[in-house]
């Protein structure tokens, strides 16, 4: 008996230790948010309810977090600029109309600002931002409007003028439409190549930006910065909440993990439960 309680308190003892080391691993990470929709019609498994997305941001200004931009992120990094006492970002990709319609009046109200990555050739379509709520969005001085590509193809199928037309392509249909720099490009379900970051860096995108559950930080590359993505659920959704974005360092990894096995091992990877 005496050697078992010894074997657990050991186990105990190497997990705790363990999971020490992931916190103070990504002490100075910074949590990126990502959201894709937020609406009551929609019963999409990205799509959150209207007032889960306002209890979330009452949740972010309770708890002290400050809300900066990517060139905020990128300005401390290369520059040195100070940031604030928990910074985080907030992300939405695809560029949905719910995002004029929905998520800037809480954004307005809790004085907060988000990044929207928008498929360019999307805008204007059915259930999608126009370019004039776009305009207004970015001049509303609550949103800044950045890359999602053009027309939202896997960039790890794309090569030479595809992949370059793909991207450079959104950069210019933005700074068109809104006359302003775009500065940012995520890419379409978080996948990508060598030759995309490398696109990415020649047409002057300053950062990419990935999902990954974990931390973003400066090292070791700013074309690949970790998003923790933000979904639905039909309970329990402000306690999922906060558990995945307090628990970032532990996630991460265990999504790396069932990541490596879904390939070769579905049923496996199924079992590993993230919340």
């Known amino acids: 008996m005496k050697k078992f309680l010894l074997t657990v308190t050991v186990l105990l003892l190497a997990t705790a230790g363990f999971i020490l080391w992931l916190f103070q691993r990504d002490a100075d990470g910074v949590p990126i948010l990502n959201y894709h929709r937020v609406s009551d019609t ?28 990517p060139d905020d992120l990128l300005d401390a990094w290369e520059n040195g600029k100070p940031l604030p006492e ?18 800037f009046p809480i954004l307005q109200k809790y004085n907060m600002r988000a990044t929207v990555f928008v498929v360019t050739d999307h805008m204007g379509s059915a259930d999608y931002l126009t370019w004039d709520m776009a305009r207004a969005l970015q001049n509303g001085g ?12 896997d ?15 959104s950069k210019q249909a933005i700074e068109w439409a809104l006359k302003k720099p ?4 995520a890419y379409p ?20 930006f990935i999902e990954d559950y974990g931390l973003a930080k400066s090292e070791p590359n700013r074309f690949i910065l970790t998003r923790i993505p933000v979904v639905g659920s ?8 906060k558990i995945r974005l307090n628990g970032s360092p532990i996630f991460a990894p265990i999504n790396r993990f069932k990541n490596d096995i879904a390939e070769g091992n579905p049923e496996v990877a199924d079992l590993i439960f993230i919340p």
Do not use: C
């Not at 910074?87 to 949905?96: N, Q």
């Open 42 to 69: 929609d019963d999409n498994p990205a799509t959150l309810k209207v007032a889960d997305f306002d209890a979330q941001m009452k949740y972010l200004v309770d708890s002290g977090y400050k809300v900066i931009s």
């Open 86 to 103: 928990k910074p985080i970002v907030l992300t939405f990709d695809d560029g949905h109309a719910d995002i004029y319609n929905n998520v």
């Open 142 to 153: 609550f949103v800044d409007i950045e890359s999602h590509t053009m027309s939202y193809k």
């Open 155 to 169: 960039l790890t199928t794309l090569r030479g003028d595809k992949l370059w037309n793909e991207i450079y392509g």
């Open 182 to 185: 775009a500065k940012f490009i």
């Open 189 to 208: 379900h978080g996948k990508y190549t060598v030759d995309a970051e490398d696109t990415s860096k020649e047409v002057h995108f300053r950062a990419g």
């Open 234 to 241: 039909n309970s329990h959704t402000l306690l999922r909440f």
